[in-house]
């Protein structure tokens, strides 16, 4: 891969390029952490998701999805 300097970019793509951000390194500090709220917070955070869903549907659905990968995401399952 070879980077390609295009300059500053406009003030409304770099915050939309800022939002998604702050919402990726939630999810990734989630997942090394093994903390459900940060995931279910980034995935409530993320722009489309947000739009087409309530607060509820995207607990409902993040908690769907953990169900569905407990198997390959034990650190979300540890017994306390």
């Known amino acids: 891969m070879n ?39 980034a995935v409530a955070l993320d722009p489309l998701t947000s739009a087409v869903l309530s607060l509820e549907e995207i607990e409902t659905m993040v908690e769907e999805m953990f169900d569905a990968n407990r198997t390959l995401l034990p650190r979300f399952y540890r017994e306390t």
């Open 3 to 41: 980077p390609l300097l295009v300059g500053a970019l406009p003030a409304h793509l770099a915050a939309l390029t800022a939002l998604n951000a702050s919402c990726e390194n939630l999810a990734v500090e989630g997942a090394l952490e093994g903390d459900r709220r940060k995931i279910y917070h």
